[in-house]
């Protein structure tokens, strides 16, 4: 089946970037997504790029994809605390009427003041 | 716009019992899902409504779970004679134009019901 792993912890200073790395296992997926979640809060569509893109940038945020090694990254310039958050990376797998997302378990960030 | 409610935001109920868990999507979205969070399994979807299309159930964990979506709009997910593990937040979301040639699929998520069996 489809697996999307992401790792669970990152702590960064304030003013640094992050960056949050995931791997997914369909080479098929259209869409890869980001998703932000804060404390007590439901889903947050931070991002999404389609699989034909190496590159998106919207504003602090960069995502990043490789699709040989089915990597991909969300790079979040001058972090701030307010993006201390759990970051999920998440893809829809192919297939006749697949829509569901298929999530990784989520990557909180902490932001170190 | 508004965006995709739930109700009710939290509920605690007695191991046994049944409980009905509401949510209603962005206006004019088609596609609505459910997706279950919970410690330790992350995220894990449902069930999906497309319009009037029969729902892909493939994610529902047992026969006690069912969900209905009346008149496309509103959606209940019942779970009957709720067991300790079906502790969880559970998460609905809507998106436009599911199955449309190139859409995102873009899912826009409500707030969650956190759902607490004792």
């Known amino acids: 089946g489809e697996d999307v792993e992401q790792s669970l912890f990152l702590s960064v200073r304030e003013g640094d970037s992050s960056v949050i790395n995931c791997t997914y296992t369909d080479s098929s997926s259209t869409y890869l997504y980001w998703y932000k979640q804060e404390p007590g809060a439901g889903l947050q569509l931070l991002t999404y790029?389609?699989?034909?893109?190496d590159m998106k940038q919207d504003q602090r945020l960069t995502v990043l994809l490789n699709k040989k090694d089915k990597h991909l990254s969300l790079r979040i310039a001058d972090t701030q605390t307010g993006d201390s958050a759990i970051y999920f990376c998440a893809e829809i797998p192919s297939g006749a009427g697949s829509y569901q997302l298929t999530f990784g378990k989520g990557t909180k960030l902490s932001v170190i003041p | 716009g508004a965006g995709v409610s739930q109700s009710p935001s939290n509920k605690v109920t007695e191991k046994g019992k049944d409980v009905e868990l509401r949510c209603d999507p962005i206006s004019g979205h088609t596609a609505l899902y459910w997706y279950r969070q919970s410690l330790g399994q992350g995220l894990e979807f449902l069930i999906y409504?497309?319009?009037?299309?029969?729902?892909?159930k493939s994610g529902l964990p047992s026969d006690r779970f069912s969900a209905e979506r009346t008149g496309g709009s509103v959606s209940t997910l019942t779970i009957q004679r709720t067991q300790q593990e079906d502790s969880a937040v559970y998460l609905c979301a809507s998106s436009p134009l599911a199955g449309a040639l190139l859409a995102s699929y873009e899912q826009y998520f409500g707030p969650g019901t956190r759902l607490t069996v004792t």
């Open positions: 790029i389609f699989s034909n893109m």
């Open positions: 409504f497309q319009g009037n299309s029969a729902p892909d």
